[in-house]
Each structure stands twice: as structure tokens, then as C-alpha cells.
């Protein structure tokens, strides 16, 4: 059974800070691109960051130069450091793998900025 748990979530102030966990089971995680997405109230889900199996990155323009996505292919983990966030980061943040047809969602972890 596949299973994606992210953590890390909660309420910040602007300008602070985050790290979101998403730690996966279940499948051979190497193998997997990794992505973290975000659903603010009222928006369409948006692709915030990607890393490749081999760990190129690929970030959102909104959160270039804030946000850092990394895996630890040990631990079956996946992380978003969010540095000085901003009110309109406040959304539902989401893990992704995905391999070839496999597409792998986890439940979601509300993060929100605001003082």
C-alpha cells in the first residue's frame, strides 16, 4: 500500500519559516520524481516545486529564491524549506510521486502566514 504523509505544516508569521515533510512508503522512492503542490482557498492547485530522481529542481516563479525542495532517497523523504513566506503562500501543500504511469497523492498539510 502506497502511502505519502506530509508534516510540518501550521500557522507562521509573515517573513518566517517552514519545513514540510513528505515521507513515503510503499513504493520504491528512488525511482520517483517528487513534487510538492498547493491549493489556496478558491484557486486551482499549483505545481510549487519538483525534483527530479536525480535532483534537478524546478521551482514556481512565486517562491524562486524562497522555497528549496531536497530528498533524502535513505530516509524515503521529500522536504520544502519555505523561508520568508508571505500571506498568499497560505494553502493546502501537498506531496506528489510520480513514475512513468504511477501517480501517488498524500492528504495535505495546511500551512498559513499570517500575523
Known amino acids: 500500500q502506497v502511502q505519502l504523509v506530509e508534516s510540518g505544516g501550521g500557522l507562521v508569521q509573515p517573513g518566517g519559516s517552514l519545513r514540510l515533510s513528505c515521507a513515503a512508503s510503499?513504493?520504491?522512492?528512488?525511482?520517483?520524481?517528487m513534487a510538492w503542490y498547493r491549493q489556496a482557498p478558491g484557486k486551482q492547485r499549483e505545481l510549487v516545486a519538483v525534483i527530479s530522481r536525480g535532483g534537478s529542481t524546478n521551482y514556481t516563479d512565486s517562491v524562486k529564491g524562497r522555497f528549496t525542495i531536497s530528498r533524502d532517497n535513505a530516509k524515503n523523504t521529500v522536504y520544502l524549506q519555505m523561508n520568508s513566506l508571505k500571506p498568499e503562500d497560505t494553502a493546502v501543500y501537498s506531496c506528489?510521486?510520480?513514475?512513468?504511469?504511477?501517480?501517488?497523492w498524500g492528504q495535505g498539510t495546511q500551512v498559513t502566514v499570517s500575523s
Open positions: 506528489n510521486a510520480r513514475w512513468v504511469r504511477n501517480n501517488y
Open positions: 510503499g513504493i520504491i522512492f528512488s525511482n520517483y520524481a
